[in-house]
């Protein structure tokens, strides 16, 4: 009988080692898009068992989607791209991780190998399709210095026109090219472009690039107390936001 | 002392001149600078116009189609480098927008042209008169330039001094360069009018014809504020419900509220039915507590519950603590693209913050999915030999043409990035290729 009881106590060492592991993903489902420490570990796994090449950097992209798939395919699992209880259990047994580590080199914005050969960088963030980080701050900087005063919409309103005119054909085809377009925006003109931009311009921006546009495909706004040029009052108008009038 | 300060003020004033004058200097040459720039994007205008006639002119006798197809290509770029020049100009004072009109409709018209095989579908006896058209009016620009460029260059003018004037707010007026801009505009104002480029050749990215009918009874500002409280998912007080302006593509209400807790929200709701163009709650939602994944579940519901039917996500980012997702409406096994909305959901509370919805309703039609001419093999077959396809599907896509086609969308990967491609399920061709992004590196 005693042989017996040794398999039950290695058995509970074993169950409870499994669970200390399993403990550190959450019991949240992981998919496509998300950033985090959910993510972290996933590629961390990924990459132990040769499936993941790229460097770990918190953002579930495609490189990461499609090393999850080729594992969920090799281990049996139906193949939907999703890290949830299944997956994740397989990936705990099939791979060690070590979070301290791990999370460390990350902040230190280190290349490293533990993971089996790729290097890892800094932290990354998503960004949504065709545009970089910067022209998202060079637009924040933009609505921050036309429309700092006006409601929220209002600001996803400027960013929008600028958007609209770079899809336009008669306006120049990138967001710097819109934006600096000489006499196109008086903060620009005035210098008011280069204030730093808060935490709302940025929030509007991004808004609007993920495809808010509260002006309804408007090319044009300007303040009615304030216009100058008589040409401007000539176009048909769409809607009026905080101080400004949106127009075509 | 006398002398003392004599000799002090003595010394004050050589450096003073010394300073003024370096200012002076520093200020001439950035002034140059500023000149030459403007005057070579004058000047380059030109160059292009004047190139832009003479390939059209060559265009126009050409049988060979060859020949032809380079030639369109080349006035394709060459309005989109006109373009950019004006755009360097300091004219935004001035409207100048007919003439950027008329090289937009060109590019429009030679890029159409020149991407498509003409061996199979040939200039047509309209577009040849469009193109003659075209001919002409780059010659009226091209004269009308060379004109200001002579008095330009005759009387020394200054691009610099039309930009002083422009930012002290008065209109320079006598000043040849913007006579002659003006003249110009008038003239690009009645090509414009003259039946030329019809809305056929320049379409809007998406027709409003789909959203003019929408069907339902007319709601009062009342019934939209509270239809849009439902949307809010907020307790809020009602700000402000705002009738659309005259230029708007179908009359709507702006309704505005204010949550308990000061957050601001807006809603653009169609007048007749009801319908949701877009909305946004600008909350910052605190430290996420649901999971991407969970919050595309519930945005799926909140369009159930809204009366999107049939949408499945496409695409989900999360920034910060917000899931920003696509769902796109999928008819049997194909799905249709030009039919797809934007949902935010905050990953704190799980609340929907937002949705754009205008094209969906621009695109929202009944469609009959026409039976694929390919199999899913022979469509694959048109790929890169070095892709491997990650995943497959049927969809709908509004082509380079604007028009809606029927392809095999492929997820596919080379090693180095991943690729979305969509070939045509009757001619197997590339309709599309989208590089698909990765996530950006953070600097911050």
Not at chain 1, 23 to 35: K, L, N, T, W
Not at chain 1, 89 to 115: M, N, P
Not at chain 2, 63 to 68: E, I, M, Q, R, T
Not at chain 2, 241 to 248: P, R, T
């Amino acid at each position: 009988m005693k042989w017996k009881k040794q398999i039950a106590v290695l058995l509970t060492i074993t169950f409870l080692l499994a669970a200390k592991q399993a403990g550190a993903f959450s019991e949240q489902v992981v998919q496509r898009g998300a950033e985090g420490d959910d993510v972290i570990e996933l590629q961390s796994r990924l990459q132990y068992t040769g499936y993941y090449r790229d460097p770990i950097d918190g953002v579930f992209g495609w490189s990461t989607y499609w090393a999850l798939r080729n594992f969920q395919e090799s281990f049996g699992l139906p193949v939907d791209g999703l890290a949830g209880g299944a997956t994740k259990r397989k990936l705990e047994q099939a791979s060690k991780y070590d979070e301290a580590h791990v999370k460390s080199q990350i902040r230190k914005g280190k290349a490293f190998t533990y993971y089996g050969g790729a290097e890892t960088s800094a932290q990354s963030v998503n960004t949504p399709e065709g545009f970089s980080q910067n022209d998202i701050q060079l637009m924040a900087n933009a609505v921050y210095g036309e429309a700092r005063g006006e409601p929220y919409e209002g600001q996803v309103a400027v960013a929008a026109v600028i958007l609209n005119r770079v899809a336009s054909e008669t306006f120049p085809n990138t967001a710097s090219g819109v934006i600096f377009e000489p006499g196109a925006f008086t903060a620009v003109a005035d210098g008011q472009i280069w204030l730093t931009p808060n935490e709302t311009a940025k929030k509007a921006v991004l808004d609007a690039v993920n495809g808010w546009d509260p002006t309804g495909e408007a090319l044009y706004y300007f303040n009615p107390d304030t216009a100058t040029s008589k040409w401007i009052w000539s176009r048909p108008q769409i809607k009026k936001i905080g101080q400004h009038i949106f127009c075509e | 002392m006398r002398r003392f300060i004599t000799a002090a003020m003595a010394v004050l004033l050589v450096v003073t001149a010394i300073w003024g004058l370096t200012q002076y200097r520093q200020k001439q040459v950035l002034m140059m600078e500023a000149e030459s720039g403007y005057q070579q994007a004058f000047h380059e205008l030109v160059y292009q116009v004047d190139v832009i006639h003479d390939r059209t002119g060559e265009a126009l006798a050409m049988n060979s189609k060859a020949n032809l197809t380079p030639a369109l290509t080349d006035v394709w770029r060459l309005t989109s480098e006109a373009h950019n020049a004006i755009s360097r100009l300091p004219l935004g004072f001035m409207p100048f927008s007919k003439t950027e009109e008329f090289l937009g409709a060109s590019g429009d018209f030679t890029y159409k042209t020149a991407v498509r095989d003409l061996d199979t579908e040939p200039l047509s006896e309209k577009e040849y008169e469009q193109l003659e058209s075209l001919y002409k009016q780059a010659a009226d620009i091209q004269k009308d330039l060379r004109s200001v460029q002579m008095s330009v260059l005759d009387q020394n003018l200054r691009w610099t001094d039309v930009a002083q004037a422009a930012a002290s707010g008065d209109e320079p007026k006598d000043n040849t360069v913007i006579d002659g801009f003006n003249q110009i505009e008038k003239k690009a104002s009645e090509f414009s009018e003259a039946d030329i480029f019809q809305a056929s050749q320049v379409e809007k990215s998406v027709s409003d014809d789909a959203l003019k009918k929408l069907k339902g009874p007319v709601i009062t500002k009342k019934e939209a504020a509270e239809r849009a409280k439902e949307y809010f998912q907020i307790d809020a007080e009602v700000t402000s419900v705002e009738s659309s302006l005259k230029g708007a593509s179908i009359p709507f209400y702006n309704v505005a509220v204010v949550g308990q807790n000061g957050e601001e929200a807006s809603m653009d709701i169609t007048k007749k039915g009801g319908y949701p163009l877009t909305f946004t709650v600008n909350r910052t939602p605190g430290k996420g507590r649901i999971s991407l994944f969970d919050a595309s579940e519930k945005a799926s519901a909140f369009l159930k519950k809204h009366g999107f039917e049939d949408m499945v996500v496409t695409n989900s980012a999360q920034y910060d603590h917000t899931g920003v997702f696509t769902f796109t409406k999928k008819v049997k096994d194909t799905l249709v693209y030009p039919e797809s909305v934007t949902v935010k959901t905050a990953l704190d509370t799980g609340g929907i913050t937002g949705l754009e919805a205008q094209n969906y309703w621009k695109n929202k039609k009944d469609r009959d999915i026409p039976e694929p001419g390919l199999t899913e093999a022979e469509a694959k077959k048109e790929l890169h030999p070095k892709l491997t396809v990650m995943e497959s599907t049927k969809a709908i896509v509004t082509n380079d043409e604007m028009k809606d086609v029927l392809c095999y969308e492929f997820l596919a990967e080379n090693g180095t990035a991943s690729y979305r491609i969509f070939i045509n399920a009757d001619s197997g061709k590339e309709e599309r290729i989208d590089k698909l992004t990765e996530a950006e590196a953070s600097y911050g």
